[in-house]
C-alpha cells in the first residue's frame, strides 16, 4: 500500500517469528522456558497463554501480533505510527481478533503511551536496521522498561523478544555496542525456531533490562 511505508508489508522476520510461536504452541503447549545455563545467561521465558499481555511495537501489517493472540495470549497491544492504524484495525477485524489484539498509536519519539505499560512481553521484530531510526527504538526500549514507571505499573520490567534480520551490520553496529549498558541479551538457539523457518540471516533475542545490581 502506497505512503505507507515499511509497515504495509509483512518482513520475512514475522514470518519466521510467527512459526517460532507455533512452534512452542505444538511441541511445548505454549510455553518455551530456558532457564539460565551460566551466570551469564539470561533465562528466556515466552508464554503463549492466556494471562500474558504482550506489546508489539512497531507492528506494521500486526502478523505478529495477531498470531500470538491467535495461539493463546489473552491480550495483545499492537502500535504503530498513526497513519498505519488504520490497516492494523483492519487487518484485526477481517481475522475477528477484535477485543483480544487492541491497536494503539505510538511513535518511539513520544513517550509510551500508558495501554503499552503492564507488559509480560514487549515484541520487537524487524526494527533493528540502517534507515530506521533506531536510537528513538532504543529510548522507547529504556522507557518501556523504566524501572521507576515499571514498579508504577506493579509490574517488572518486561523482556524484549527481538527478531532481527542482518542486513548491513556495520551500520547496526552502533545499536548492538549500545544495548550492553542498559541491557543484558540472549539469542535464542535456532533449535528452538519451527525446523521449517530457520534462516541463516534472521536472528531471535531476548533482551532484559540490566539492574543497578548486575
Ligand atoms: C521493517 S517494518 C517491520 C514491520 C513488522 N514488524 C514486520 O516485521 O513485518 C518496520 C516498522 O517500524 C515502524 N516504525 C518506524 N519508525 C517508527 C517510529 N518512530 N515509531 C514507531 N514505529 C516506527 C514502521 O512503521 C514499520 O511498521
Same mark, same amino acid.
Given at each position: ?10 518482513? +520475512? ?26 551466570? $551469564? ?14 506489546? $508489539? ?47 494503539? $498509536?505510538? +511513535? ?17 521484530? +524487524? ?68 525446523? +521449517? ?18
Amino acid at each position: 500500500m502506497r505512503g505507507l511505508g515499511t509497515g504495509a508489508g509483512t518482513w +520475512d522476520a514475522a514470518i519466521l517469528i510467527s512459526f517460532f510461536f507455533e512452534h512452542i504452541r505444538t511441541v511445548h503447549n505454549g510455553h518455551l522456558f530456558l532457564p539460565s545455563t551460566s551466570s $551469564e545467561d539470561i533465562p528466556i521465558d515466552i508464554a503463549l497463554l492466556t494471562d500474558q499481555k504482550w506489546v $508489539e511495537i512497531g507492528a506494521g501489517t500486526g502478523v505478529t501480533g495477531m498470531v500470538a493472540a491467535a495461539l493463546g495470549v489473552g491480550k495483545v497491544i499492537v502500535s504503530d505510527l498513526p497513519f498505519l492504524v488504520p490497516l492494523l484495525q483492519e487487518n484485526i477485524g477481517r481475522n475477528a481478533l477484535g477485543g483480544k489484539v487492541d491497536v494503539v $498509536e505510538y +511513535d518511539w519519539a513520544n513517550p509510551a503511551p500508558a495501554e503499552c505499560r503492564g507488559a509480560n512481553l514487549v515484541v520487537i521484530c +524487524d526494527c533493528i536496521y540502517t534507515n530506521i531510526p533506531w536510537e528513538l527504538l532504543y529510548r522507547s526500549m529504556l522507557d518501556l522498561s523504566d524501572p521507576a514507571l515499571c514498579a508504577a505499573s506493579g509490574k517488572p520490567p518486561p523482556p524484549f523478544l527481538i527478531a532481527y534480520e542482518q542486513r548491513n551490520l556495520a551500520l547496526t553496529k552502533k545499536f548492538w555496542e549500545m544495548k550492553t549498558e542498559h541491557f543484558e541479551a540472549r539469542r535464542i538457539g535456532v533449535e528452538h525456531y519451527h525446523p +521449517d523457518y530457520v534462516s541463516g540471516d534472521i536472528e531471535l533475542w531476548v533482551f532484559r533490562r540490566r539492574t543497578l545490581n548486575n
